[in-house]
């Protein structure tokens, strides 16, 4: 991954006001690259897009990814050369309150933004974001490869499944390097993301952040689930990295592509859960009580979930740099410095130098 390759670069991104849209816009404008995006309000407050100020880092269209005719014109004025699409309904436990909003954004979605991609040929790069879910779970103890069945109990891993295939289908039908169209597409999965400026709901360091603000305690669904979990930026320098191959090889690299952690970061929640909490001690930001007695769902949730990452470890060279304790104290850096009301954007943009420092 090259910072000269993103000087004066046009990008596209959907989603762009969610947690990792606003990691990937605030690391985008720092290597110089021109920025579009077209996205919901932040989805959440208080929201990273917001307390970093990113406003004015980017041309925000402010939309639904399911509007094919105003995503189509957003993408036509933009004219982007690369397209990163993270639109999406992002949660497991509300795809199972709202499975329509859920399929029809992440389905159709998906869809709709190709089809915007059709509407610009000059295109040379799109990467599409899934997600780890998107693969048949079966509770392997070993990790998922790229060529494993896509699937999906709940509807949101399903409709990250359908997405995966959508892709597929337009790959094959309209961006497989033939005749004028040279557009390339890929699609990501990744695992479970930690790093400051998540505020969603139902996610295991927002729930925590929110229950020490609050003083209150906070109980675990299922302390034992195993999760594939990484710092923020990991992922986001693999979906940077596969953007620039796209761009610069083509169809050499349009294809599925995991990243995630080492096997050593594939931990159980309770210990996440004690490692965090340690490091939010260390910052001296107050204690949370967590309770780990396993209680039993109501909806179903994995118990076990890891990916391989063998492909791009041998193809891409990529590998993650970061142990998880370090991921998680910048984590409970992060969230101090909002506790504290300190400068996030000045946070957020040190902790993209320190990581690019390890790459």
């Avoid at 407050?45 to 100020?53: A, G, I, R, S, V």
């Avoid at 979906?239 to 620039?244: D, F, N, S």
């Avoid at 096997?263 to 965090?276: F, G, M, N, Y």
């Amino acid at each position: 991954m090259s910072n000269q390759f993103w000087r004066g670069k046009k990008v596209f991104i959907t989603g762009h006001t969610g947690f990792k849209g606003s990691w990937l816009t605030l690391w985008l404008n720092r290597m110089g690259a021109e920025l579009s995006g077209y996205s919901l309000p932040p989805p959440s407050e208080p929201n990273m897009f917001e307390l970093t100020h990113l406003k004015s880092a980017i041309h925000s269209t402010i939309g639904d990814v399911r509007d094919q005719k105003a995503l189509t014109d957003a993408m036509i004025k933009a004219q982007p050369d690369i397209v990163f699409h993270m639109a999406a309904q992002p949660l497991v436990r509300e795809s199972y309150r709202s499975p329509v909003d859920t399929f029809s954004t992440n389905v159709m979605g998906t869809v709709n933004l190709l089809e915007a991609v059709r509407a610009v040929p000059d295109i040379r790069s799109v990467v599409v974001i899934t997600s780890d879910k998107c693969y048949e779970n079966r509770e392997w103890l070993w990790g998922y490869r790229e060529d494993n069945p896509m699937g999906g109990h709940d509807p949101y891993s399903a409709s990250k499944g359908a997405a995966e295939l959508v892709t597929a289908s337009y790959r094959r039908s309209f961006f497989n390097g033939n005749g004028d169209n040279q557009t390339a597409v890929a699609t990501t999965r990744a695992g479970n993301v930690v790093g400051g400026g998540d505020f969603a709901p139902d996610r295991l360091v927002p729930d925590i952040i929110r229950a020490l603000i609050r003083r209150e305690s906070v109980t675990i669904r299922n302390p034992n689930a195993v999760r594939p979990w990484q710092f923020v930026l990991e992922p986001l320098r693999g979906y940077l990295t596969i953007a620039e191959l796209l761009y610069e090889s083509g169809q050499d690299y349009a294809e599925g592509w995991n990243f995630g952690p080492t096997e050593t970061d594939a931990q159980t929640v309770a210990q996440i859960c004690a490692t965090l909490g340690h490091s939010l001690q260390l910052y001296d930001v107050g204690t949370v009580e967590i309770n780990l007695e396993k209680t039993t769902p109501p909806l179903h949730e994995a118990a076990m979930l890891r990916l391989d990452i063998s492909k791009a470890r041998q193809r891409l060279d990529w590998i993650p740099k970061m142990e998880l304790y370090t991921a998680l104290e910048l984590t409970a850096d992060w969230y101090a410095t909002y506790l504290r009301q300190g400068d996030l954007r000045a946070r957020s943009e040190a902790q993209i130098e320190f990581f690019q420092k390890l790459t």
